[in-house]
């Protein structure tokens, strides 16, 4: 089962008080119980919060406290589907089996045993550190970005950034309810005493000669433990309730400046916007002295710490990769061109599009998303760099996926879209599908509970676009969402969270033990399966 998004927010907001079904309205009921356990050391869990919600919108239908022993116990329940979730500090609050954004929901009914239940809660590992300068005096204010390198199957393996904090004022900051995995840290911070002088006098005609200050200086991006080399950075490995220190202490160095021309502009002054990459993630860098010369016609940036930039610059923008190690020039005719990309959007049904269309670009490569609204079928987006994107599209009134693009009248399933050194005219082909598919899978001839329920489009091009996942329920019984017209396999995988799904070629293995299905274009709500996916072990 699917987690909806107002799942996390239940889950921070489990009601502490022990409440369950009054018997006297469910005398003839079903019961659903077991054991909140320490899913490391196994030992009981005592006094921790389980819930029983609902399964259409996650609200709290009952809840219980466990007992010495981790025990827990509902009673007079319904036939139904039911996500279980347990709460307890020091922990992380979870669903029962949860992988990713899926749980195992218990299935009551004639038949199903559901009372003996081993709920395994995760403790929360915490991750916690000081910023200290030159001195060692603490860095008030210093943003602190933590990243995780994904587990497979979640963007590609790749480092993303997780969470963000700033430092307190004895520089310390704190990231707690973390799971186990590989951690990197980068902090970004401005020493209280920099002072950054601008190179114009004011009322001067000319450049100043001043000399760069003494204080005239910036941290630079500093990686745990303690260096200014992301290839250098030391990863940091948390397992399930570690409590681990990682201060990082910060070096000053000579701040360098930027000088840009401020004539020649057909459009007025230029656009500017500076990033910088941390492992492979764009992250945004804040002007903090900017000054203009009105004689001389630049303006000067002062007051950046050293480093790899990527800037946009003019309008239409075009990026430029600098390695600011001292002052730089910057050419407003150097550069890759920032490009537009407009288009159609079309149903895939017929009809006209909704009149809310929100388009999102994500770039494959890290660089920060474009956004554009469809404005009666039509949409543009003016500055996107050069680089292999992945299009989605939402509406308020229903849910969108895109099916296909279709560039210089090539048509093409998916969703993604590469921009290369020229515009593009694109038209994008939605779908308002909202069909389910629905099935069971099963290991020797019983409905298999935990088991990684993939979708697979049969066109190529369309993954991981079109894929659809799930997790098996505890009777075995699972539903895909948001099925667009089209022809599919759908696979059982038992133990296959590790998998790194996002790329067919790990998936088509399973293809051939899974379940063909066909979803046509006037399809019923409910799509189900003609019989039961056999699950197949991972590896």
């Not at 667009?484 to 296959?496: R, S």
């Amino acid at each position: 089962m699917r987690l909806p998004l107002v799942a996390a927010v239940l889950l921070c907001a489990v009601t502490p008080l022990a409440q369950t079904l009054p018997a006297q309205t469910q005398p003839a009921g079903y019961r659903i119980a077991g054991r909140v356990v320490d899913s490391i050391t196994n030992d009981p869990v005592p006094r921790a919060i389980v819930s029983v919600l609902t399964s259409e919108d996650y609200k709290v239908e009952a809840s219980t406290i466990t007992d010495a022993e981790g025990n827990f116990s509902f009673t007079g329940l319904s036939a139904g589907k039911y996500p279980l979730s347990a709460a307890r500090r020091g922990y992380r609050t979870s669903f029962f089996d949860e992988h990713d954004n899926f749980n195992s929901a218990i299935v009551t009914g004639d038949g199903q045993d559901t009372a003996n239940l081993l709920f395994r809660l995760p403790p929360a590992a915490v991750l916690r550190g000081v910023v200290t300068g030159d001195s060692g005096d603490p860095v008030e204010s210093a943003q602190v970005m933590l990243f995780k390198r994904a587990v497979a199957g979640e963007n590609n393996g790749h480092v993303q950034q997780i969470a963000g904090t700033q430092t307190d004022d004895t520089g310390a900051y704190e990231f707690s309810d973390l799971s186990a995995g590989e951690y990197y840290i980068a902090v970004k911070g401005e020493p209280w005493f920099a002072q950054h002088p601008s190179r114009f006098r004011a009322g001067a005609q000319n450049q100043s000669s001043q000399d760069q200050s003494a204080l005239d200086v910036a941290y630079p991006i500093t990686y745990y433990d303690s260096t200014i080399d992301e290839n250098a950075s030391t990863p940091i490995t948390l397992e399930w309730g570690n409590r681990v220190q990682a201060d990082i202490n910060l070096h000053t160095v000579p701040a360098v400046r930027f000088t840009v021309p401020l004539t020649g502009w057909p459009r007025g002054r230029p656009r500017l916007a500076l990033h910088q990459k941390v492992f492979g993630n764009t992250i945004g860098s804040q002007i903090s002295e900017i000054a203009e010369g009105p004689a001389t016609g630049t303006w000067d940036i002062g007051g950046m710490a050293p480093g790899a930039y990527e800037v946009e610059l003019g309008d239409p923008p075009r990026r430029l990769n600098v390695n600011a190690t001292s002052e730089v020039d910057l050419d407003p005719s150097a550069g890759a061109p920032m490009l537009a990309l407009s288009g159609t959007v079309v149903m895939a049904g017929g009809g006209p599009p909704p009149d809310d269309i929100a388009l999102v670009l994500a770039s494959e490569e890290g660089d920060p998303p474009a956004q554009a609204t469809a404005n009666k079928g039509r949409f543009e987006m003016n500055a996107v760099p050069p680089g292999t994107w992945n299009l989605a599209a939402g509406s308020s009134r229903q849910t969108l996926s895109v099916v296909a693009t279709s560039i210089g009248g090539v048509v093409t399933a998916g969703n993604k879209i590469v921009v290369r050194d020229r515009p593009v005219q694109v038209t994008v082909t939605l779908s308002s599908a909202q069909t389910r598919v629905q099935g069971i899978a099963k290991k020797n001839g019983k409905g298999l509970s935990g088991a990684m329920i993939v979708l697979v489009p049969a066109a190529r091009t369309a993954y991981p676009a079109l894929v659809r996942r799930d997790q098996s329920d505890s009777d075995g019984s699972f539903s895909l969402n948001d099925v667009p017209a089209g022809q599919y396999t759908v696979v059982a995988i038992e133990d296959g969270w590790k998998l790194d799904w996002q790329h067919r070629a790990v998936i088509e293995p399973y293809l051939r033990g899974g379940a063909p299905v066909t979803v046509g274009a006037q399809a019923p709500p409910v799509v189900p399966l003609s019989q039961p996916v056999q699950a197949v072990a991972a590896p």
